[in-house]
C-alpha cells in the first residue's frame, strides 16, 4: 500500500486516507486502526451495521496509539460528508491525501455481493 510505504520509507509524518464507497473499507482499517500517522476515514453506507460487510461503527475510533486517529462516517440518511471532512482535514493539517477509492458507478448497478 502506497501510504504504508511512505509513513515508513519517506518519513511523511500524516496521511488522510478518505474511504468513500457504498462499503466499508474495512481492510483499509485494519491496516491503519493502530497508526497515529494515518487518519483513516469511511464514508460509507451502515444502516446500523446492517449493510455488509457489517462492519464501520462510529465508535470504532482507533487502537493504542492510534486512538481517535481512525473515523467511520456511517450513512443511515442524507448528509453532508463534507461537514465532517474539511474541519478535520484543517486541522490535521495534512500534508498528504491519499486518495484509494473513487466514487464511481459501481455503486449504482446490482451488487452480487448482496
Not at 59 to 87: C, D, I, K, M, Y
Not at 90 to 100: N, V
Request: glycine share 10%; aromatic share 8%.
Amino acid at each position: 500500500m502506497v501510504c504504508r510505504y511512505d509513513v515508513d520509507c519517506y518519513g511523511v509524518k500524516r496521511i488522510l486516507v478518505v474511504n468513500w464507497d457504498v462499503h466499508h473499507g474495512n481492510g483499509t482499517e485494519d491496516m491503519f486502526l493502530d497508526d497515529e500517522r494515518v487518519l483513516y476515514t469511511s464514508l460509507h453506507r451502515y444502516d446500523q451495521g446492517n449493510f455488509y460487510p457489517g462492519t464501520g461503527h462510529p465508535t470504532t475510533v482507533g487502537t493504542g496509539s492510534g486512538a481517535g486517529f481512525n473515523l467511520n462516517v456511517g450513512w443511515n440518511h442524507p448528509e453532508q460528508p463534507e461537514r465532517v471532512l474539511l474541519p478535520m482535514m484543517l486541522l490535521e493539517k495534512t500534508r498528504l491525501l491519499a486518495r484509494l477509492r473513487t466514487v464511481g458507478s459501481r455503486e449504482c448497478t446490482r451488487d452480487e455481493v448482496l
